[in-house]
Each structure stands twice: as structure tokens, then as C-alpha cells.
């Protein structure tokens, strides 16, 4: 029985499902869900993230992370973290660049944040041969804390899923999925009678607003650990970085927008990272937090043109290749201002590379 016949079944069973419900299931169900049993990653999969675009993305994260390592005053121990590391590119990258640091490697442990049985072997694979050997854990809350912490989150949360709330003209609905009468899986309105929070927003009637749970979750565990730990977590993703209204459900296969309800398990599907609910969640903990900037402010301050000039100098012949890479990561109509990057920290007046400005 195929995964969208067993989603059916539940539903006819137990009523309409949320859609990060839906979405949960569908990215991890043991049997069939996709990450879980097929992800597809790079020009060839269904997807491309920034470190398969370039290396000199990882390159810079991992510069970004010695250079915290130095502010954090060069500790003897630390635990340099990847939450969803992919195929392990980034960090395949960010280690080969910090090798210019003295001591950084020897003072790291490293721990990898991943889920999926198939992209841990990939990790693995991958980094076989790094200078530093990877733990693999599968929370943030199994990571100890007697040591400061360094973490990096490129694209995670566009993988925690956030529940749909529309005004109607007759007050707020939630957005489920249901079934039709011939099996199919199809969106519908469940009124809502109570314990809802509106938002401190205008919405008009018919527009949607996406509350995840999982993403402030994600925020208040990230900034308990570095309240206890100290240290510095840099997330990188693509999403909204204030309070807004929008349907950001997507479906990804072989780069193409696919309908999300149509083959559960075969497709990614993400929703838009919200920051500021990650951010104000890790702040009620006591935690610290930097403004917003997109990804291409951030990796230009972090020193990507320079970084492509001296790639380009040392192969004219790919100079070309490397410039289309530099904007794909940069300019504001690629990857540059739909992606964004924040940081939380420990409150300890830490001043973050990339966000001093």
C-alpha cells in the first residue's frame, strides 16, 4: 500500500490532518516517506542547495566558523554542529578551509544533526577522509554541554512544517487535507472554535498565515543550548524575516514545482522559514539574536568576491563558471535576498562575523 493510500485511509478514519502533519509524514514516514527513503540532492536530484552550487559557500561558513572560535576566545574543546548536513558537502568545505587555523581542528568535535538513514550514508561517504572524525546525533538535545558550541543550519527550516490558518468572512479556519469520495487527498476549512492566537498582523479575508510549532521548537532548544553551552548558531535559509501573510507549500521534483498532494513521499516539500518566530523563541530562553540580512549580503561580508577572484586567478579557464556561481549565490534576483541568514547566540556580548554592520 503506497503512502498516499495509507494517508487516506487514516484520514477517512480520523478526520482531516494538518498540513504539518501531512508534510511530517510525508518528508519521514519509516516506509516511504522521502528523506527518509529517497532523497535526491544536486543538479541531477530534485534540488540544489548553495554548497552544491559552489565550494566556496562551505569554504566561507567554515571561515565564519574559526573566526567565531577565535571570539570565543580559542577554547581548548568545542563541538562544531551541522544540523541537516545534506550530503556533506558544507562541511567537507568548511574543514579544508579551516585548516589555515592553528589549533581549530584539534579543538573540534564533531557532531552531525540528521535524521535520514540515506543522507547519513552520504555524510559519511563524503567525509571519510576530513580531518575530523563525525558523531551522528539526531536532536539538538543530544548534544552536550560541557563544551562551547558552534552550530550551522543551512536549510533546515524550510523542513520543519507550519500549520495553515485563513480568514474567512465568517472568523479563522484552519487549512487541512481530507479525502474525496474516490480516495483522492484534497484541502479543505475546519472552523476553529478556540485556542487559536491571532497574529499581530492584518490579514484579509481568503489570505493564509502559516504557524510553525516545529520551527519555534527548533528556535527554544537552539537557544537553551547555548545558554548553557556559550556559542554561536548561523542559520542560513530561505523564508520571511518579518511577521507576514502567505502560502508557502511547495512541492520539489527534479527542480520542477509539483503538486504536494499528488505522490506523498517522492517529493520534497518545504514552507518558508520563519525568523522571527525562531528568534523570538530563542530569546524568551535568555538567548541573543542578530537582525536578518540575505545570504548575499552575508557571504559578501564574509569575503565571497575576493574569495572568487583568487579561485579565478588560479584557473582562468573557469572564470566564467565561477563568476555564474557567484552570482547565483549573491545577486538579489537568484539566491542573494530570498535567502536569509540570522544568528542566535549565547548572551555573553559575542560579537558575530558577518553581522557586525
Request: one cysteine or more; proline letters at 6%.
Amino acid at each position: 500500500m503506497s503512502l498516499k493510500d495509507r494517508l487516506a485511509r487514516e484520514i477517512a478514519l480520523t478526520g482531516p490532518m494538518t498540513v504539518a502533519d501531512y508534510v511530517t509524514r510525508c518528508l519521514h514516514d519509516p516506509k516511504d516517506g522521502y528523506y527518509a527513503t529517497r532523497p535526491a540532492l544536486g543538479e541531477g536530484g530534485d534540488f540544489i542547495t548553495a554548497p552544491l552550487v559552489s565550494q566556496m559557500f562551505g569554504e566561507l561558513i567554515g571561515l565564519w566558523a574559526v573566526e567565531t572560535w577565535h571570539r570565543l576566545g580559542a577554547p581548548e574543546r568545542f563541538r562544531l554542529v551541522e544540523v541537516g548536513p545534506g550530503d556533506g558537502t558544507l562541511m567537507d568545505d568548511a574543514l579544508r578551509a579551516a585548516r589555515v587555523a592553528p589549533g581549530f581542528l584539534e579543538a573540534c568535535d564533531l557532531m552531525l544533526i540528521e535524521p535520514s538513514g540515506p543522507l547519513r550514508e552520504a555524510q559519511a561517504r563524503r567525509l571519510a577522509q576530513a580531518d575530523v572524525s563525525p558523531r551522528w546525533v539526531r536532536s539538538l538535545n543530544q548534544i552536550d554541554v560541557d563544551a562551547p558550541v558552534i552550530l550551522i543550519a543551512n536549510e533546515v527550516l524550510d523542513c520543519l512544517p507550519a500549520r495553515q490558518f485563513v480568514r474567512t468572512d465568517g472568523g479563522w479556519a484552519e487549512r487541512r487535507i481530507g479525502v474525496t469520495d474516490d480516495g483522492g487527498l484534497t484541502f479543505g476549512l475546519v472552523g476553529i472554535t478556540g485556542g487559536f492566537e491571532r497574529p499581530p498582523f492584518e490579514v484579509e479575508p481568503g489570505q493564509v498565515i502559516e504557524v510553525s510549532d516545529q520551527q519555534a521548537a527548533f528556535g527554544r532548544d537552539l537557544g537553551v543550548l547555548l545558554n548553557e553551552t556559550s556559542g554561536a548558531a548561523l542559520l542560513i535559509d530561505y523564508g520571511r524575516d518579518r511577521p507576514g501573510v502567505g502560502d508557502t507549500l511547495q512541492g520539489l521534483r527534479r527542480h520542477a514545482r509539483v503538486d504536494v498532494l499528488a505522490t506523498p513521499g517522492e517529493a520534497d516539500l518545504t514552507q518558508w522559514a520563519d525568523f522571527p518566530a525562531v528568534q523570538e523563541a530563542a530569546i524568551r530562553t535568555g538567548a541573543d539574536v542578530t537582525g536578518c540580512v540575505g545570504q548575499g549580503e552575508l557571504l559578501r561580508r564574509l569575503g565571497i568576491e575576493a574569495r572568487a577572484e583568487r579561485l579565478s586567478s588560479g584557473r582562468p579557464e573557469a572564470g566564467p563558471v565561477i563568476a555564474r556561481q557567484l552570482a547565483r549565490l549573491t545577486a538579489p534576483d537568484q539566491m542573494g535576498d530570498l535567502f536569509k541568514a540570522a544568528a542566535i547566540f549565547s548572551p555573553r556580548s559575542l560579537a558575530v562575523p558577518g553581522f557586525e554592520q
